[in-house]
């Protein structure tokens, strides 16, 4: 769940004044607030693959591709933590 008084992204934006996320700019695998839960797990797992197919395509621009890499991995690491948590019963 996200205050808006306390919002990374807002900051990140230079919008601290702001009263609501900003649309599209959301990424919870980067925000010390966020919470995941196992309905979340297909979708970082769908984000994790679609992330793949851009960067193994010879068309996308090695510069695009190297800033892709890291959104890849952070997808990766929550899909990865809560199959970890549901296969433990913490999720």
Known sequence: MCWP?????????????ATKPL??????????????????QPVRAGRAASLTVFIESPRVPRGERQRLIPERERALRVATDLDAAMSEGKA
């Open 5 to 17: 008084s306390v919002l990374v992204v807002l900051r990140l934006a230079a919008t601290p004044k």
């Open 23 to 40: 649309v599209g700019m959301c990424d919870s695998a980067r925000c010390p607030q966020a919470t995941h839960h196992p309905c979340h």
